[in-house]
Each structure stands twice: as C-alpha cells, then as structure tokens.
C-alpha cells in the first residue's frame, strides 16, 4: 500500500487525479500533506503546462495502439489504418480537440486515416481546421453527433478533459452497440473517469481490451508510460522551472510568485483547496490565499 509511504506534513508534486481517487484524497488530508496537482497547474490564459508533455504522448500512442488493435490478431475488424491504393482507408473519430485530440490527429492523418474531430468549443475546432488546412473533419460535440459519427468509425478515441473532475459519459452504452463490429474505442480520459460507458474499469498493459457488444475496448491509465524514456524526457522539460522555485524560493514564496502554481494546490495542511475537486467530491473548501497570507 503506497499510502504508508507518505508522511505527515510532506509536499507532493504529482498526477493526483483526486477527483477520482477519493481514498487519496482522505489519506492527504488526514496526514496533512500540501498537494501540487500537476493536472491543475493552469496559466493565465486556461493552458494546462503539466499536462502538455503526457497529452502529446498520450495522443499519439493512443493511435498507434488504436492502430494495432484493428489488426484480426487482436479481434478488430483487420483494416490497415490508412488503406492501400484501391482500398478505402479506415475512419477515425477523435472525440475532443484539445492537447490529446490534435496530437492523436496528427498521427492519425500522417497514417492516412480519414479523421473527423468532435468538440464543445467552436473556437477549437476553428483552430484545428487551420492547422490541418482542411484535412480533418469536424463538428459540434452533441449527442446527435456523436451518435451519428460512432456508427461508421473504425477508431474512437476519447480525449477528453475538465479540470479537476470526472469526465463526463458521453458514448453511451446504446451508441456502443451501434458500432461497427470489430471497432476500437480507446478512451485516454480513462485518467479522469472515462467518457464511455461500457467502460466501468480501468484496464492495464497486461490485459489491455476487452470487448463488448463486439467492440474492442482500450482505457489504459497513465498510457504515455508505454514510452518511459521519451514521457520521462518531456516531462522533465517542463517540470524543471517549477521544481527549481520551489527549492531555491520555498513552497509559500513560490505559489505566490507563480500564478499556475498556485493554482495546482489542492491540499495544503488538511485543509483541500480547489473549488471544483472540492464540488465534485463533496467536501469543504478552504481559500488558500486565506492560509497562506496572500
């Protein structure tokens, strides 16, 4: 149990996902640990720098996953991601246009899949048609859409994300038994609850799909671990500014100094101290400008 490893009062830099890991959340509060959520290190103007290097990762592993998946060997339907001449290329919707859904884009389409994009924001799907010059597909996330959309993809995959709570289901299990038979879905917001919901659990590199209603189902946790030296290597590109405030500054001076900082803290001494993971458990928040003098 790697809760006893943690010790009363320390300060935890990590991928806390404490809105989905309520017994993580107990064990930091009773201990009274102050708690640096990378997922929620947030700029001023909304960018999420912690997540970067994983979701670009994550996106584009999530393909070349996604990509095996559909072989027969695997129990997928046995089409080549990006067709032949003569043989129609298959399909992919990415359900999501932030970080994951564009990386997991461009690998789709360096492939030569047919990708068609899904998103809440008009702006980011504007963005994505521009960066791709056309070559991506994209409408409105609704659920006629979505609907419309999982009945003739090859691949789904699932990228989405709300700071600080569960993702929300949007594949319902109706829409899954619409599928094409032999299908994929990889669901990489499996690290914020998952956004299918046939998918109940996690599952692992050791059993990595099962399948339902003839769909093939992939929701591995923390997946850019696959590629250890190169998640490790990105990662460290952009945790290392952080990681020299707080040890030259201390822990007050820097979340002061550092606006994204002070938004990743969500415990500090027993007390729990993002608005939205407090709302999404249910438990008192507590203002850490009000705990720390600021």
Excluded at 263 to 279: E, N, R
């Amino acid at each position: 149990d790697e809760f006893a490893l943690l010790k009363n009062g320390q300060t935890v830099l990590s991928y806390a996902h404490l809105a989905i890991e309520p017994q993580l959340l107990d064990v930091l509060l009773k201990k009274k640990i102050t708690t640096i959520d990378y997922e929620t290190i947030q700029m001023p103007d909304g960018r999420l720098p912690m997540l970067m290097p994983v979701s670009e990762i994550a996106g584009r592993v999530s393909i070349q996953i996604g990509a095996r998946l559909l072989e027969n060997t695997y129990g997928g339907v046995g089409k080549l991601l990006g067709g032949v001449p003569g043989v129609y290329p298959s399909e992919v919707l990415i359900i999501g246009a932030g970080v994951v859904g564009i990386h997991a884009a461009k690998v789709a389409l360096g492939m030569g899949a047919i990708v068609t994009m899904l998103d809440v924001s008009p702006e980011k799907l504007s963005e994505a048609a521009k960066l791709f010059q056309g070559r991506v597909n994209t409408a409105m996330s609704n659920k006629y859409n979505v609907e419309k959309f999982t009945k003739t993809a090859d691949l789904v995959i699932g990228a989405v994300l709300i700071v600080g709570t569960k993702a929300p289901h949007i594949i319902t299990e109706d829409m899954v038994k619409n599928m094409r038979k032999g299908s994929v879905i990889i669901d990489v917001s499996i690290d914020q609850g998952g956004i299918v919901e046939t998918i109940e659990e996690p599952t692992s590199f050791e059993n990595p799909t099962f399948e339902k209603h003839g769909v093939i189902h992939c929701a591995i946790p923390n997946i850019p671990s696959c590629v250890a030296r190169t998640a490790t290597i990105s990662f460290n590109n952009y945790v290392l500014p952080y990681l020299l405030r707080l040890s030259t500054k201390g822990f007050i001076a820097a979340v002061k100094s550092m606006p994204e900082l002070y938004k990743g803290v969500s415990t500090f001494q027993g007390k729990l101290t993002d608005p939205v993971i407090a709302k999404s458990v249910g438990y008192p928040y507590s203002e850490l400008s009000m705990l720390i003098g600021f």
